[in-house]
T-cell receptor
Framework: NAGVMQNPRHLVRRRGQEARLRCSPM?????VYWYRQLPEEGLKFMVY????????ESGMPKERFSAEFPKEGPSILRIQQVVRGDSAAYFC????????????FGPGTRLLVL | GEDVEQSLFLSVREGDSSVINCTYT??????LYWYKQEPGAGLQLLTY?????DMKQDQRLTVLLNKKDKHLSLRIADTQTGDSAIYFC????????????FGRGTQLTVWP
């Protein structure tokens, strides 16, 4: 049973470009969470999604960031017009249908904005 | 809101016990978690404890929970060099939505 998959593992973008980060949850998991880890900090919650629904986006910056989890395919975290401060590791986690079940994390996407 | 607090660094000799401490923020947290992060990798769930328990043991790992002081600790017995990693404490603050709140992590270094 494959774990949570994220790609790309590393992404380099110039300021002003768009970044698209993908997350495929574990088989049987219908809940996806995105977290951001800034250098030498803990993870900060960004958004919680179920298929075709955003349940909690209280941790998402108001501008430039969006997330989706379509009926088919991976969850996507999209960052438009990236700035240097967006450089971080972005982790996706998934959990089974009961949200208080434990979350399993992917390996992360490390975004570097030049 | 307030942050989950952890010491940033801990060094121990191979074979000794390690104790990593955490102070969480919300007495309504239902579950408390310990995750391990190795360099360049994602977070691996090590163990978790339900808030109505005060201790949980799992092989070399012992979790102690003091709800009165909102203090959580992780003890690793017979620490090995492979245990060197960053250890994160996390709480759910009673959320039914599954959102977790993490500390900054404790870098554990194990010397041979």
């Amino acid at each position: 049973n494959a774990g949570v998959m994220q790609n790309p593992r590393h992404l380099v973008r110039r300021r002003g470009q768009e970044a698209r980060l993908r997350c495929s949850p574990m088989k049987g998991h219908s809940h996806v969470y995105w977290y951001r880890q800034l250098p030498e900090e803990g993870l900060k919650f960004m958004v919680y999604l179920q298929k075709e629904n955003i349940i909690d986006e209280s941790g998402m910056p108001k501008e430039r960031f969006s997330a989706e989890f379509p009926k088919e395919g991976p969850s996507i975290l999209r960052i438009q017009q990236v700035v240097r401060g967006d450089s971080a590791a972005y982790f996706c986690a998934s959990s089974p249908p009961k949200p208080q079940e434990t979350q399993y994390f992917g390996p992360g996407t490390r975004l570097l904005v030049l | 809101g307030e942050d989950v607090e952890q010491s940033l660094f801990l060094s121990v000799r191979e074979g000794d016990s390690s104790v990593i401490n955490c102070t969480y923020t919300d007495s309504s947290s239902t579950y408390l978690y310990w995750y391990k992060q190795e360099p360049g990798a994602g977070l691996q769930l090590l163990t978790y404890i339900f808030s109505n328990m005060d201790m949980k043991q799992d092989q070399r790992l012992t979790v102690l929970l003091n709800k009165k002081d909102k203090h959580l600790s992780l003890r690793i017995a017979d620490t090995q060099t492979g245990d060197s990693a960053i250890y994160f404490c996390a709480e759910d603050r009673g959320s039914t939505l599954g959102r977790l709140y993490f500390g900054r992590g404790t870098q554990l270094t194990v010397w041979p």
